[in-house]
């Protein structure tokens, strides 16, 4: 009979995280517990939904309605929501090319050097991944693929409870190395209308062209749309709250984009050989950053769960970050309990997390058994952090499931196919039966009279 979540050495009421110990139970809860609109907005934020638009919105009914006003009144739009919405006048939405100047000469000089490291690491990590053109000729004719750029990309980089000039980094450095000709940046500004000094810093050094003050459902509307002032761009990448992913996706189709990335994940696998302060650690790093992240253990006995409990709350005792640590774990997070390293790999497949970490025994053994992930992470030393930072793969990567279909981000995301055909006459001829026959099939006549015209004009064959 299926066991309800069960709390195991648990020194905390209510308790901190839920525990499965039954996978049935873990399967229809955790994987239920995903979407980001299905979880229902603050007090906070609903009540401030009521002071601008004066009504009870849904989150989809407030980007509705932002998104039809940026496009049909442009740059007076922005200013004005960003006013109602973030509470700052912004009158120039563009950053001048000496305020990003200047935040590289002012931030620590540890932080610059790390900010490069990172972008050289990203750098070389993406030039390694470059698709390249090519052209087969065969008789008198040719066919081939032209990999070509996107033109102008917008990279969305997430302000609010923190700023990210990491996720700068991991969407512009890689579009650089696509051949993008213009990369530009929009990101919320402060209360005080001024820009965190790290996020203009990481744009100078990811070669970004023009960075834009404004955030939320009016920065993608405008990037995809384009203002007065702003020039749409062709495709839109990077993360961001419930409001700018149904923003993205209320303007896919206009414009390109790279996903619809919900709340951050992470699911660890662990067996007896792990190492329960390290799994603590890696669970509470993920759940930082964010009370809508999930943070889940699948480990294969009650006593490493529960020896993680306790390090959890041990750790949490000094984290500055614990209240929302808490309310992630409350909200989203679990720790499931397997009967073998297969049946949690199974389930990890299940879930199709954004990270998925492997501190087991011979943990290579395994990568083969993984299907769905954004990354994966071999071996318990190969903590999921750095791959946040410096690593070199993009840490913009798929979320809620979509790693079933999706990739993280990669050159991929900032070039397209054009294929190329050349037709001799003797590949002519070779082709124009079986294509005629096609169209005449599916009743397109001008197609196959398009066809034969060119084989009439062919010099005789026949001797």
Sequence with gaps: MPSSPTAVSMTSDPPLIRVY???AQARRDVLGRRAAESLELPATVQQRIREVFGANLSAEQ????IVADVRAEGDEAVRRYTREIDGVDCVEALVPPQELDAAVASIDPF????????????RAFHERSKRRSWLEFAEGGA???MIVPIERVGVYAPGGRAAYPSTVLMAAVPARVAGVKEVVLATPPGRDGTLTPSILAAARIAGVDSVYRMGGAQAIAALAYGTQSIRRVDKIVGPGNVFVVLAKRAVAGAVGIDGLPGPTETVVLADETANPAWLAADMM?????????QSI???TSLRIASAVLGELERQLAEAPRADVIREAFGARGAIVVADSV??????ANEHAPEHLCLSVADAWSYLGKVRNAGGVFVGEGTVEAIGDYTAGPSHIMPTGGTARFASPLNLDDFTKVISVFSFGDEELRALAEPAIVLARAEGLSAHSAAIEARLNAQPS???
Excluded at 62 to 65: T, Y
Excluded at 285 to 293: I, K, R, T, V, Y
């Design 111 to 122: 932080l610059r050097g790390a900010l490069e490291a990172a972008a050289e690491r990203v």
């Design 143 to 145: 066919l081939g693929q």
């Design 461 to 463: 064959t026949e001797k």
């Design 297 to 299: 253990l699948i480990c």
């Design 21 to 23: 110990e039954d996978l």
């Design 62 to 65: 407030v980007v509705a309605r």
């Design 285 to 293: 790093a993920q759940a930082e950053h964010d009370p809508m992240a």
């Design 342 to 347: 297969d049946a949690a790999i199974q389930f």
